[in-house]
């Protein structure tokens, strides 16, 4: 993989989580405008994620056989035009519709990282390059919601839509540019590679459902809990909301750059990552928690800490999975892993909004996503065996 791949490869991350973010950013003012109530906005804030899951199994099963760089292209430009389309949303159908199409489109999305990634680099140099990607995943929605609630409160959340779709289709114009000629076959005739054989694949697949629901709570949530229960406004929304996920990014590189360093000098690297993630799963839930209990600037301290110790175990959490599954499995591996974790995805929004429609606050939904990241830390800690490749490279099993 070229250097221009990648540097172009990490800027789609941050317009992937830009797109995906956008109706949670606009939430506060898109809500009151089309006469949603909570519970219908959950449904919106899930509804990306019910295709988005349900399609990253097939998504994988196509990374693996077919030429990546191409396919990955066609996605991305069907998530921006579902961005786009997204402005013209009369209603909560119009609206759920363009959510469904994003979800289709960004299915692809990891599935493709993990291949490139996999298949370019070895084992000590994935953590960094990961842990890029992951940077993505999280200063996209720290830029997302200061630029768009900046634009929102000036100009309204339609214009935010259509200028983030229309501009997110000019990142192709490089990217095609940048495919190698013999992209096409790296892996296609390749038999897939049957990792349900495999124990620890339920269990990633389980961890990052955990992780994932009390993640997705907060990157649909946050601005919401942030304008109508810690009372602020769309403009200190912007910088307030957009600081946990920019502290997560920094916590990312650096977290993920330790482990590569360390792993080189112990000769395990993903035992190193194995407990970076675990030790970042409990100070994530420790801090949710704690912020629940506090005014506002004190609540704001624990949510950036919540979010380093998020950013502590997405640095790895790729990293491991690839490593189990090898460049052989990596695609069809994280298509399921996806599969499966973004179920929370879909449940988290839709439980919140019943919760706060139901109790007025945001208390049980920020105590239930501790509760789980708990759990993620059982599977990950204690339930994962080593950390090593599981599927050979051969073409069969």
């Not at 990648?6 to 995906?20: G, M, P």
């Not at 493709?112 to 990961?130: I, K, M, Q």
């Not at 839509?161 to 296609?188: D, E, R």
Request: aromatic content about 14%.
């Amino acid at each position: 993989m070229s250097t221009r791949a990648f540097v172009l490869l990490c800027i789609s991350v941050w317009i992937n989580y830009i797109d995906r973010g956008n109706l949670s950013v606009a939430a506060p003012a898109l809500a009151p405008e089309l006469q949603l109530t909570p519970s219908q906005m959950g449904i919106l804030l899930s509804g990306f994620f019910w295709t988005y899951s349900l399609l990253q199994p097939v998504a994988g099963w196509l990374i693996d056989r077919y030429d990546t760089y191409r396919l990955y292209a066609a996605a991305f430009a069907i998530w921006s035009i579902a961005v786009a389309a997204g402005g013209l949303a009369t209603g909560f159908y119009t609206l759920l519709a363009t959510r469904l199409l994003l979800g289709a489109g960004e299915s692809l999305a990891y599935p493709a990282y993990s291949r490139l990634l996999a298949a370019g680099l070895t084992e000590d140099r994935r953590g960094f390059a990961n842990s890029m990607i992951d940077a993505g995943t999280k200063a996209g929605p720290a830029l997302g919601t200061f630029l768009g609630a900046m634009v929102i409160a000036q100009w309204g959340w339609r214009p935010f839509f259509f200028v983030m779709g229309v501009a997110s289709l000019i990142w192709l114009i490089p990217w095609n540019a940048s495919i190698p000629p013999k992209a096409k076959q790296t892996a296609a005739k390749v038999k897939s590679a049957n990792i349900f054989i495999y124990r620890d694949s339920y269990i990633t697949f389980a961890g990052l459902f955990c992780f994932n629901y009390a993640y997705y709570f907060l990157l649909t949530w946050l601005p919401t809990y942030l304008v109508r229960e810690r009372h602020f406004s769309l403009r200190a929304m912007a910088i307030y909301g957009a600081l946990p996920f920019a502290a997560t990014a920094i916590a990312s590189v650096a977290t993920a750059t330790y482990a590569d360093k360390r792993g080189r000098e112990t000769g395990a690297p993903g035992e190193v990552r194995r407990r970076l993630a675990v030790a970042g799963l409990i100070i994530a839930a420790a801090a949710l928690s704690g912020s629940t209990m506090l005014e506002n600037n004190l609540a704001m301290i624990c949510l950036i800490v919540a979010f380093i110790g998020i950013g502590m175990f997405t640095a790895n959490c790729w990293a491991i999975s690839q490593t189990l599954a090898g460049p052989r499995a990596a695609g069809t591996w994280t298509g399921w892993q996806n599969a499966v974790g973004n179920m929370g995805g879909v449940i988290a929004p839709i439980a919140t909004g019943w919760s706060v429609s139901y109790t007025g606050s945001f208390l049980a939904a920020f105590y239930g996503a501790s509760a789980i990241l708990l759990v993620a830390c059982v599977l990950y800690g204690l339930l994962l065996g080593p950390i090593r490749q599981l599927v050979p490279d051969q073409k069969s099993i």
